[in-house]
Protein backbone atom coordinates (compact mmCIF):
# COMPACT_ATOMS: atom_id res chain seq x y z
CA UNK A 1 0.00 0.00 0.00
CA UNK A 2 3.01 2.28 1.16
CA UNK A 3 4.26 2.11 -2.27
CA UNK A 4 0.89 2.65 -4.30
CA UNK A 5 0.74 5.88 -2.42
CA UNK A 6 4.40 6.59 -3.20
CA UNK A 7 3.07 6.22 -7.02
CA UNK A 8 0.07 8.72 -6.51
CA UNK A 9 2.40 10.78 -4.86
CA UNK A 10 4.76 11.03 -7.65
CA UNK A 11 1.72 11.05 -10.63
CA UNK A 12 0.43 14.16 -8.40
CA UNK A 13 3.88 15.66 -8.77
CA UNK A 14 4.28 14.97 -12.08
CA UNK A 15 1.31 16.88 -13.21
CA UNK A 16 2.33 19.43 -10.43
CA UNK A 17 5.39 20.35 -12.74
CA UNK A 18 3.53 19.88 -16.31
CA UNK A 19 0.31 21.62 -15.91
CA UNK A 20 0.42 25.29 -15.75
CA UNK A 21 0.15 28.43 -18.02
CA UNK A 22 2.35 26.81 -19.87
CA UNK A 23 1.80 23.07 -20.50
CA UNK A 24 4.99 20.73 -20.65
CA UNK A 25 5.01 16.85 -21.33
CA UNK A 26 5.41 15.13 -18.73
CA UNK A 27 8.12 13.08 -20.21
CA UNK A 28 10.32 16.23 -20.78
CA UNK A 29 8.71 16.88 -17.00
CA UNK A 30 11.68 13.79 -16.29
CA UNK A 31 13.83 14.81 -18.98
CA UNK A 32 14.66 18.28 -17.33
CA UNK A 33 14.85 16.91 -13.49
CA UNK A 34 17.24 13.81 -14.77
CA UNK A 35 19.00 16.03 -16.65
CA UNK A 36 20.36 18.00 -13.44
CA UNK A 37 20.82 15.38 -11.45
CA UNK A 38 23.43 14.23 -14.63
CA UNK A 39 23.86 15.53 -17.98
CA UNK A 40 24.27 11.19 -18.77
CA UNK A 41 20.81 10.38 -17.83
CA UNK A 42 18.99 12.94 -20.38
CA UNK A 43 19.47 14.77 -24.03
CA UNK A 44 18.59 18.08 -23.77
CA UNK A 45 15.86 18.37 -26.35
CA UNK A 46 14.19 21.41 -24.75
CA UNK A 47 14.38 25.48 -24.47
CA UNK A 48 15.83 26.83 -21.74
CA UNK A 49 12.73 28.72 -21.09
CA UNK A 50 11.22 25.66 -20.25
CA UNK A 51 13.75 24.31 -17.75
CA UNK A 52 13.63 27.69 -15.77
CA UNK A 53 9.88 26.95 -15.33
CA UNK A 54 10.25 23.21 -14.51
CA UNK A 55 13.15 24.05 -11.74
CA UNK A 56 13.24 27.66 -10.63
CA UNK A 57 9.43 28.18 -10.57
CA UNK A 58 7.26 24.67 -10.34
CA UNK A 59 9.48 22.03 -8.71
CA UNK A 60 10.35 24.36 -5.12
CA UNK A 61 6.19 24.84 -5.12
CA UNK A 62 5.33 21.24 -5.81
CA UNK A 63 7.86 20.29 -3.24
CA UNK A 64 6.18 22.96 -0.58
CA UNK A 65 3.04 22.02 -1.18
CA UNK A 66 4.47 18.10 -0.50
CA UNK A 67 6.07 19.40 2.62
CA UNK A 68 3.46 20.96 3.88
CA UNK A 69 0.47 18.26 2.72
CA UNK A 70 2.68 15.32 4.98
CA UNK A 71 3.40 17.89 7.60
CA UNK A 72 -0.37 18.71 8.42
CA UNK A 73 -1.64 14.65 7.64
CA UNK A 74 1.01 13.89 10.01
CA UNK A 75 0.49 16.36 13.10
CA UNK A 76 -3.10 15.58 13.03
CA UNK A 77 -2.90 12.14 13.69
CA UNK A 78 -0.15 12.47 16.22
CA UNK A 79 -2.49 15.24 17.55
CA UNK A 80 -5.96 12.67 17.42
CA UNK A 81 -3.56 9.97 19.26
CA UNK A 82 -2.13 12.09 21.93
CA UNK A 83 -5.66 13.58 22.76
CA UNK A 84 -7.35 10.64 21.90
CA UNK A 85 -10.20 12.13 19.77
CA UNK A 86 -10.81 11.56 15.97
CA UNK A 87 -11.64 14.99 15.76
CA UNK A 88 -8.40 16.73 16.66
CA UNK A 89 -6.58 18.86 13.97
CA UNK A 90 -4.54 21.24 13.99
CA UNK A 91 -7.14 24.08 12.46
CA UNK A 92 -10.10 22.94 14.80
CA UNK A 93 -7.60 22.70 18.16
CA UNK A 94 -6.62 26.37 17.22
CA UNK A 95 -3.15 25.83 16.89
CA UNK A 96 -3.21 27.11 13.05
CA UNK A 97 -5.05 30.48 13.70
CA UNK A 98 -2.09 30.66 17.07
CA UNK A 99 0.48 30.49 15.14
CA UNK A 100 -0.87 33.11 12.37
CA UNK A 101 -0.61 35.54 15.56
CA UNK A 102 2.74 35.17 15.89
CA UNK A 103 3.22 35.37 12.06
CA UNK A 104 1.12 38.15 11.71
CA UNK A 105 2.61 40.14 14.66
CA UNK A 106 6.10 39.49 12.88
CA UNK A 107 4.75 40.63 9.44
CA UNK A 108 2.56 44.29 10.78
CA UNK A 109 5.21 45.13 12.85
CA UNK A 110 8.03 44.09 10.95
CA UNK A 111 9.83 42.01 13.95
CA UNK A 112 13.59 40.80 13.46
CA UNK A 113 14.68 39.51 16.32
CA UNK A 114 15.25 36.36 14.82
CA UNK A 115 16.58 37.29 11.48
CA UNK A 116 15.49 35.29 9.04
CA UNK A 117 13.76 32.57 11.40
CA UNK A 118 11.59 34.99 13.45
CA UNK A 119 8.81 34.24 11.55
CA UNK A 120 8.95 30.51 11.77
CA UNK A 121 9.73 31.42 15.40
CA UNK A 122 7.08 33.45 15.95
CA UNK A 123 4.83 30.67 14.49
CA UNK A 124 6.11 27.97 16.76
CA UNK A 125 5.22 30.11 19.68
CA UNK A 126 1.91 30.87 18.51
CA UNK A 127 0.96 27.76 18.10
CA UNK A 128 2.43 26.25 21.11
CA UNK A 129 1.06 28.34 23.18
CA UNK A 130 -2.67 28.38 21.26
CA UNK A 131 -2.09 24.33 21.53
CA UNK A 132 -1.45 24.55 25.75
CA UNK A 133 -4.24 26.68 26.24
CA UNK A 134 -6.72 24.25 24.47
CA UNK A 135 -5.36 21.44 26.37
CA UNK A 136 -5.67 22.92 29.75
CA UNK A 137 -9.17 24.73 28.83
CA UNK A 138 -10.45 20.89 27.62
CA UNK A 139 -9.45 19.24 30.80
CA UNK A 140 -11.78 18.94 34.05
CA UNK A 141 -11.25 16.67 36.90
CA UNK A 142 -8.54 15.20 34.72
CA UNK A 143 -11.16 14.16 31.89
CA UNK A 144 -11.33 15.48 28.27
CA UNK A 145 -14.27 14.82 26.42
CA UNK A 146 -15.07 15.34 22.77
CA UNK A 147 -17.37 18.03 23.44
CA UNK A 148 -15.07 19.95 25.65
CA UNK A 149 -12.26 20.06 23.39
CA UNK A 150 -13.61 21.23 19.96
CA UNK A 151 -15.64 23.94 21.82
CA UNK A 152 -12.14 24.79 23.38
CA UNK A 153 -10.40 24.55 19.94
CA UNK A 154 -13.20 26.47 18.16
CA UNK A 155 -13.46 29.15 20.98
CA UNK A 156 -9.32 29.46 21.68
CA UNK A 157 -9.46 29.79 17.01
CA UNK A 158 -12.18 32.62 16.78
CA UNK A 159 -9.99 34.50 19.14
CA UNK A 160 -6.58 34.29 17.88
CA UNK A 161 -8.47 34.44 14.38
CA UNK A 162 -10.12 37.89 15.48
CA UNK A 163 -6.89 39.00 17.02
CA UNK A 164 -5.23 38.50 13.33
CA UNK A 165 -7.59 40.49 12.08
CA UNK A 166 -7.43 43.19 14.20
CA UNK A 167 -3.71 43.71 13.89
CA UNK A 168 -4.47 42.97 9.61
CA UNK A 169 -7.08 45.86 9.66
CA UNK A 170 -5.43 48.15 11.70
CA UNK A 171 -1.88 47.98 9.96
CA UNK A 172 -1.40 51.68 8.47
CA UNK A 173 0.89 49.94 5.46
CA UNK A 174 -1.71 49.26 2.58
CA UNK A 175 0.76 46.99 1.28
CA UNK A 176 1.24 44.95 4.49
CA UNK A 177 -2.48 44.41 5.30
CA UNK A 178 -3.16 42.86 1.57
CA UNK A 179 0.03 40.35 1.59
CA UNK A 180 -0.96 39.50 5.43
CA UNK A 181 -4.47 39.01 4.25
CA UNK A 182 -3.81 36.71 1.24
CA UNK A 183 -1.10 34.92 3.36
CA UNK A 184 -4.08 34.05 6.06
CA UNK A 185 -5.88 32.50 3.43
CA UNK A 186 -3.65 30.17 2.61
CA UNK A 187 -1.74 29.65 -0.24
CA UNK A 188 1.72 28.56 -2.07
CA UNK A 189 2.12 31.33 -4.60
CA UNK A 190 5.67 32.78 -5.06
CA UNK A 191 7.52 29.85 -3.14
CA UNK A 192 11.06 29.77 -4.27
CA UNK A 193 14.11 27.57 -2.93
CA UNK A 194 14.56 29.70 0.15
CA UNK A 195 11.27 29.06 1.73
CA UNK A 196 11.08 25.26 1.25
CA UNK A 197 14.03 23.67 3.40
CA UNK A 198 12.79 25.09 6.85
CA UNK A 199 9.99 23.47 6.45
CA UNK A 200 11.14 20.79 5.01
CA UNK A 201 13.72 19.91 7.63
CA UNK A 202 11.01 20.31 10.29
CA UNK A 203 8.50 18.10 8.78
CA UNK A 204 11.42 15.00 7.61
CA UNK A 205 12.67 15.71 11.16
CA UNK A 206 9.39 15.07 12.82
CA UNK A 207 8.18 12.50 11.31
CA UNK A 208 11.00 10.74 11.95
CA UNK A 209 10.88 11.35 15.26
CA UNK A 210 7.09 10.28 15.32
CA UNK A 211 7.96 7.02 13.85
CA UNK A 212 10.41 6.44 16.42
CA UNK A 213 7.83 6.58 19.27
CA UNK A 214 4.80 4.82 17.35
CA UNK A 215 4.74 2.44 19.81
CA UNK A 216 3.90 4.45 22.40
CA UNK A 217 1.43 6.17 20.14
CA UNK A 218 -0.18 2.84 19.93
CA UNK A 219 -0.40 2.34 23.70
CA UNK A 220 -2.13 5.49 23.80
CA UNK A 221 -5.16 4.11 21.13
CA UNK A 222 -5.65 1.73 24.25
CA UNK A 223 -6.16 4.48 26.52
CA UNK A 224 -4.62 6.60 29.32
CA UNK A 225 -4.49 4.04 31.92
CA UNK A 226 -3.43 1.34 29.67
CA UNK A 227 -0.80 3.38 28.41
CA UNK A 228 0.75 4.08 32.03
CA UNK A 229 0.19 0.49 33.34
CA UNK A 230 2.91 -0.34 30.01
CA UNK A 231 4.81 1.77 31.56
CA UNK A 232 4.42 5.14 29.58
CA UNK A 233 4.96 8.52 31.64
CA UNK A 234 1.69 9.97 29.75
CA UNK A 235 1.75 13.52 30.84
CA UNK A 236 5.78 14.09 30.21
CA UNK A 237 5.27 11.94 26.85
CA UNK A 238 2.18 14.53 25.48
CA UNK A 239 4.30 17.77 26.98
CA UNK A 240 7.26 16.71 24.36
CA UNK A 241 5.05 15.66 21.35
CA UNK A 242 3.06 18.82 21.63
CA UNK A 243 6.06 20.78 21.33
CA UNK A 244 7.35 18.56 18.95
CA UNK A 245 3.68 19.26 16.66
CA UNK A 246 4.19 23.22 17.35
CA UNK A 247 7.34 23.56 15.98
CA UNK A 248 6.12 21.65 12.69
CA UNK A 249 2.79 23.69 12.64
CA UNK A 250 4.76 27.20 13.37
CA UNK A 251 6.91 25.93 10.29
CA UNK A 252 4.34 24.90 8.14
CA UNK A 253 2.58 27.95 8.85
CA UNK A 254 5.17 30.58 8.62
CA UNK A 255 5.27 29.33 4.66
CA UNK A 256 1.82 28.46 3.43
CA UNK A 257 -1.14 30.68 6.30
CA UNK A 258 -3.67 28.75 7.14
CA UNK A 259 -4.21 25.53 5.26
CA UNK A 260 -6.99 23.78 7.28
CA UNK A 261 -8.71 20.00 7.31
CA UNK A 262 -5.81 18.70 6.02
CA UNK A 263 -4.87 17.41 8.76
CA UNK A 264 -8.17 16.36 9.97
CA UNK A 265 -9.03 14.23 6.72
CA UNK A 266 -6.16 12.66 5.63
CA UNK A 267 -5.41 10.43 8.88
CA UNK A 268 -9.14 8.87 8.77
CA UNK A 269 -8.68 8.47 5.14
CA UNK A 270 -5.59 6.69 6.36
CA UNK A 271 -7.17 4.49 8.41
CA UNK A 272 -9.51 2.97 6.63
CA UNK A 273 -6.73 1.71 4.36
CA UNK A 274 -3.86 1.03 6.23
CA UNK A 275 -5.59 0.33 9.56
CA UNK A 276 -4.55 2.11 13.02
CA UNK A 277 -1.01 1.03 13.70
CA UNK A 278 0.88 3.87 13.90
CA UNK A 279 4.13 2.12 12.28
CA UNK A 280 1.99 2.07 9.22
CA UNK A 281 -0.45 5.18 9.15
CA UNK A 282 2.12 7.61 9.65
CA UNK A 283 4.27 7.13 6.66
CA UNK A 284 1.25 6.56 4.38
CA UNK A 285 -0.37 10.18 6.09
CA UNK A 286 2.63 11.88 5.09
CA UNK A 287 2.50 10.42 1.28
CA UNK A 288 -1.14 10.60 0.83
CA UNK A 289 -1.26 14.19 2.48
CA UNK A 290 1.71 15.30 0.29
CA UNK A 291 -0.39 14.39 -2.96
CA UNK A 292 -3.72 15.45 -2.30
CA UNK A 293 -2.27 19.12 -0.92
CA UNK A 294 -0.02 19.03 -4.26
CA UNK A 295 -3.53 18.36 -6.39
CA UNK A 296 -5.19 20.91 -4.56
CA UNK A 297 -2.32 23.36 -4.99
CA UNK A 298 -2.35 22.28 -9.28
CA UNK A 299 -6.39 23.02 -8.90
CA UNK A 300 -6.18 26.19 -6.64
CA UNK A 301 -3.77 27.83 -9.35
CA UNK A 302 -5.69 25.95 -12.98
CA UNK A 303 -9.16 26.36 -12.13
CA UNK A 304 -10.21 30.10 -12.77
CA UNK A 305 -6.35 30.60 -14.83
CA UNK A 306 -5.03 33.18 -15.11
CA UNK A 307 -6.71 34.32 -11.29
CA UNK A 308 -5.78 31.81 -8.64
CA UNK A 309 -7.36 30.78 -5.62
CA UNK A 310 -5.82 30.52 -2.24
CA UNK A 311 -5.63 26.93 -1.79
CA UNK A 312 -6.90 26.92 1.62
CA UNK A 313 -9.91 28.10 0.17
CA UNK A 314 -10.58 24.52 -1.64
CA UNK A 315 -9.44 22.37 1.59
CA UNK A 316 -11.75 24.02 3.18
CA UNK A 317 -14.68 23.59 1.03
CA UNK A 318 -13.48 19.81 1.01
CA UNK A 319 -13.16 19.34 4.96
CA UNK A 320 -15.91 21.64 5.81
CA UNK A 321 -18.21 18.49 4.57
CA UNK A 322 -16.16 15.86 5.70
CA UNK A 323 -16.01 17.28 9.18
CA UNK A 324 -20.00 17.85 9.53
CA UNK A 325 -19.99 13.85 8.13
CA UNK A 326 -17.42 12.83 10.82
CA UNK A 327 -19.34 14.92 13.37
CA UNK A 328 -22.87 12.80 12.29
CA UNK A 329 -21.18 9.73 12.11
CA UNK A 330 -20.26 9.54 15.38
CA UNK A 331 -23.17 11.98 17.02
CA UNK A 332 -21.02 14.07 19.12
Known sequence: ??????????????????????????????????????????????????ETIVVDVRLPRVLLAGVVGAGLAVCGMALQALVRNPLADPMLLGVSSGASVGAVLVV??????????????????????????????????????????????????????ALASFLVVTS??????????????????????????????????GTAVLLGVSRSLNLLLAGEEAAVALGLDVHRFRAALFTLVAVMIGTIVAVSGQIGFVGLIMPHVVRLVVGADHRRALPAAALLGAAFLIAADLAARTFMTPEEIPVGILTALVGGPFFLWLMRRRSV
Open 1 to 50: MLALLAVLLGVAATFGIALGSIGIPPEQVWGILLHRVHPSLADPTWTPVR
Open 108 to 161: VFNLSLFGMFSLPVAAFIGALAALVAVYFLARSGGRMTTVRLVLAGVATAEVLS
Open 172 to 205: NDPHKTQSALRWMLGGLAGTTWTVVWIPGAAVLL
